[in-house]
């Protein structure tokens, strides 16, 4: 049996339909990520602005509902960076006699936040201590999603 030219053209030209199907829907694919990734970007961004505000708002008036209020922004950004897929980077670090240490950054903001409280409750702190607690939690945030 014989297959006819019209066959042929039929079967070629669903080839191509499916193909460029294909391209179309993995560029879609990924436009869709990259506006995904911009925007995530840009409201880390703003969270961190805000965390930048509500930190000035701790050294000025150093009340514990700002300090509260503080903890819950950095958690949530903390928890929007990894749910991002930036993960925890982690580094290692090496001591004088051999051993390995593992460091998250994560864990280092917690240990920043109890510093944070520590200092609000201590009324004899002065205003410059607290914002070096903050700046170094700010900092560790921009390590995070950086």
């Known amino acids: 049996m014989k297959i006819s030219q019209e066959m042929r053209t039929q ?3 669903m080839n ?6 294909r391209v179309n829907n993995q560029r879609f694919d990924s436009l869709v990520k990259a506006e995904s990734t911009q925007l995530k970007q840009a409201e880390l961004q703003k969270l961190m602005s805000e965390l930048t505000a509500q930190g000035e708002r701790i050294a ?3 009340s514990f509902k700002d300090l509260a209020a503080y ?3 950095v958690k949530r950004f903390v928890k929007e960076a990894v749910n991002f897929g930036l993960g925890l980077k982690k580094s290692h670090s090496f001591l004088m006699d051999g051993d390995n240490r593992r460091l998250t950054i994560v864990k ?3 240990e920043k936040l109890v510093e944070l409280s520590e200092a609000v409750l201590d009324q004899e702190k002065n205003s410059i201590e607290i914002l ?3 700046g170094e939690i ?3 945030l921009i390590n995070l999603y950086t």
């Open 132 to 134: 070096d607690v903050i």
């Open 138 to 140: 700010k900092g560790l």
């Open 60 to 62: 000025r008036f150093r």
């Open 71 to 73: 903890k819950r922004m």
């Open 11 to 13: 079967l070629e030209s």
């Open 108 to 110: 280092e903001i917690d």
């Open 16 to 21: 191509k339909n499916e193909q460029q199907k």
